[in-house]
């Protein structure tokens, strides 16, 4: 009798176990999945009562063929736009990556003055909102492009691709020294000390031992980097204006407008945005979860 | 000697590691941010070439303290977003993680997913968001809401609309209304909600992991209970990752800006809205500036408590 109770409770534990962990995958798809749906949407279909209407009757590719589509305004706009992330976003991981890197190592693994004191400061750093740089942000750039254009230059930084990297690149940086100064402190000094009594500088021993070795925590801080460019909006919102330099979270704010409903296109280049940042993570997503953790929680 | 000589070659390794980030860092955080802190002082507005300015010592400060509604109203509504928002995060974040954490079929292909709302673009989020609560019939959530029979068939909600939930209780009411919670601030805390849980889920999760499971057996042997064990062992272990998340999040959630931008431009201030409005709409580069500074120092004295908890309970 009582072993027949146990093995019913065991019984409702694992069915209430197996409702949950459904709940939490509709939960984490539904909104997302929805997001597509609602792009294989016929405008008109789109636009009607959900109680009935939550599959499309005639399914179509056409709002997202329209994205890709060259000869028309909105194609055009979002191709740059996507061309642009992308070329904003590698720029920055790459440089940061390579400065990060450098500058990881040293407050991981040498001995100066000062040491504390940076690693304090660069933590500051990287909380300090991005809404607040706007301003001088603003009226910096402002007076360096009156000048230029004063000395008849061709070059100016407003509505710039290299603009948007100089920017994404600082507040970024302090981001990446930290995570990969974590995953520099997890590498045992030992492989290292070895390699320098077998007669490698510290130098050589950097570059054969230790960034092997960080190779994962490499591969996280660059996807995290690639996502937090990708993401950017305030600094995009304020200094772009053309398909020179829009990017794609620029792009995707501005469809639509207080008479026209434009969720067809924002479904479609919504859903396309995502792609890159969400198959990045699925990817390597091992790793991203150990930075996650190195990140944040190793002093 | 040789040793001597080993400090020094060290020392230039560093700084020469160092220089380039220094440099950058310096250039275009530091300077820009004394420029900042220079600016709050002056009356300052765009001219042809640059900006005008006029020197007027703490006032635009005095302004936001003394004679500003708008800027006590901005930091009542973010506070609330904030505490709201972490509030939900940690309890859904933990519940998540906790289900995870035990075995069961496809697990591994859960734990993957979870991450997808963290991946997706803040732009795509607060978009995809103001779709679903789109206020008259082809919105998804008043469709689900009447499949539901939540509400009758002929009642559409304006999801993102300035009506204060829970407006005729009394007190509740009158607080809801102070801090200016309406319906649109809450379903904008749900969205962000949705995106950030994943992180916490994560973190929360790689703690558990860590975790022997001789505690929990020994526990049972005990015969507590399971709310028991997660009051007594899960949650007291848990504590130095959750006081990571709490601070991180009290940072980002403070400084909120883009989603609630996208949704509702400059109707719901929140202090980001509220610096932005000024600075980049009115063009008031020296108020906006002493906001951007209140701000700035509010979130520093948070990492500062961050820098503290993480020497103190990490190492």
Known sequence: MGIGKARIKKHMSRIILYVLVVLIVVWTLAPFAWLFVSGLFPYKELISDRTTSWFPENPTFKNFQAMFDMSSHIGQRFMYSLRNSFIISGSVTIICLIFGTLAAYALARLKFPFKNNIVMSLISIRMIPTVALVIPFFVIIRTFDYYLIQANSNFHFYDTKINLIILYVTFI?????????????????ELEEAARIDGCTRTQAL????????????????IFTFLLAWDEFVLALVFTKT???????????????????????????????????IVLALI???????????????? | MSIRRQELSSKQLALILLLPSILIILCVVIGPLIFAFYLSFFKAEPIIGGISTKFIGFSNYIHYFLKDPLFWSSVRVTSYFTVVSLVIELILGISIALVLNKSFIGRSFVRSIIL??????????????????????????????????????????????????????????NFMEWVGASTALNMIILADTWKVTPLVTLLVLAALQTFPDSLYEAAGIDGASSWHQFWN???????PVLLVVLVLRTMELFRVFDIIYILMQYSIRVVGVYTFETGMKFLNFGRGSAL??????????ISLIYVKLLYSEEV
């Open chain 1, 207 to 222: 570059i054969k031992i230790v960034l092997p070795l960080s190779a994962p925590g490499l591969v996280a801080t660059g």
């Open chain 2, 292 to 301: 951007s500074f209140l701000v700035g120092l509010f979130i520093l004295g």
């Open chain 2, 116 to 173: 997808l709302p963290w991946a997706l673009p803040t732009v795509v989020n607060a978009r995809m968001w103001e779709w679903i609560y789109a206020g008259s019939s082809f919105g998804a959530l008043n469709g689900l809401m009447k499949v539901l029979h939540i509400f009758p068939a002929d009642y559409d909600k304006v999801w993102l609309g300035f009506d204060v939930p829970l407006q005729n209780i009394p007190l509740i009411g």
């Open chain 1, 284 to 299: 390597f997503q091992k790793f991203l979860i150990k930075g996650l953790t190195a990140g944040s929680t190793k002093g």
């Open chain 2, 233 to 239: 062992i899960t949650l007291p272990l848990l504590r």
């Open chain 1, 173 to 189: 940086l302090g981001f990446v020294i930290w995570i990969m100064r974590g995953f520099f402190l997890t590498i045992p000094t």
């Open chain 1, 243 to 277: 398909t020179n330099s829009i990017t794609i979270p620029v792009f995707i704010s501005a469809l639509g407008s207080q008479y026209i409903h434009a969720f067809d296109q924002i479904a479609a280049s919504g859903f396309v945005a995502s792609l890159p940042p």
